[in-house]
């Protein structure tokens, strides 16, 4: 009964390769987000979607393309991956709902690394 | 904009020692303050929330109070262990702009028996 899940764990490829990430809450919750953690911890947001909708969308190269196919899921299309995009990323789930805590709860990551 | 600033780690304590680390932020508002910890080989995951002035958030022996009078939210504990070796993170959320949440750089701390 994991709360927020991520597939895969674990992601090599090389160079230039398109590769997507999945996403996948079972909290009811209405927002979901990716995030990107570089080697130094330092955690960057990078999207974010209320009720299928995109609402955060930071300065992210168009290569990165999410898509929400409904509130429970988040994927992450990435296109002509580079050297710089290793890195673990990150599926987090909230709820905008009344009592606007917005608490997170985050998967348990994808650790991307790009050869 | 919004902003959290963290101290910087790695911090390294003895086993019982007192735990302290110190964050402060910036923000329009009244924004909900947290502290996040992440272990090793894992996603992050909520230690404690505050969502108003002179709240005290408290887990695990973890507790930080909200100070709008000094924009801070320090994190202190009373007697550490081996297990609460992890990063943690102060994080605010904003009640405008989307509700963006804002994390600090992380603060590595380290507990030796």
């Known amino acids: 009964d994991t709360a927020v899940s991520q597939t895969p764990k674990y992601l090599v490829t090389q160079m230039g390769n398109d590769k997507s990430i999945k996403c996948e809450q079972n909290?009811?919750?209405?927002?979901m987000y990716w995030y990107k953690q570089d080697s130094k911890k330092f955690l960057k947001i990078m999207f974010s979607?209320?009720?299928?909708?995109?609402?955060i969308n930071e300065t992210v190269p168009n290569r990165f393309s999410p898509k929400s196919p409904d509130k429970a899921h988040l994927n992450l299309h990435i296109n002509s991956l580079e050297l710089g995009d290793s890195a673990v990323y990150f599926c987090?789930?909230?709820?905008?709902?009344?009592?606007?805590?917005?608490?997170?709860?985050f998967g348990p990551g994808t650790r991307l690394t790009v050869t | 904009g919004n902003s959290v600033t963290q101290m910087e780690g790695p911090v390294t304590l003895s086993e019982e020692a007192f735990l302290t680390i110190n964050c402060t932020y910036t923000?329009?508002?009244?924004?909900?303050l947290f502290w996040y910890v992440q272990y090793p080989g894992e996603g992050l995951q909520l230690l404690l929330k505050?969502?108003?002035?002179?709240d005290k958030g408290s887990n695990k022996g973890f507790e930080a109070t909200y100070r709008k009078e000094t924009t801070s939210f320090h994190l202190e504990k009373g007697s550490v262990q081996v297990s609460d070796s992890a990063v943690y993170f102060c994080?605010?959320?904003?009640?405008?702009?989307?509700?963006?949440?804002?994390f600090g750089a992380g603060t590595r701390l380290f507990v030796k028996a």
């Open positions: 987090a789930s909230s709820s905008s709902g009344g009592d606007r805590t917005y608490e997170q709860y």
């Open positions: 909290l009811g919750h209405d927002t």
């Open positions: 979607y209320n009720n299928k909708e995109l609402i």
């Open positions: 923000a329009t508002g009244y924004p909900s």
């Open positions: 505050a969502t108003k002035a002179d």
């Open positions: 994080a605010l959320t904003g009640n405008t702009g989307g509700f963006k949440t804002i």
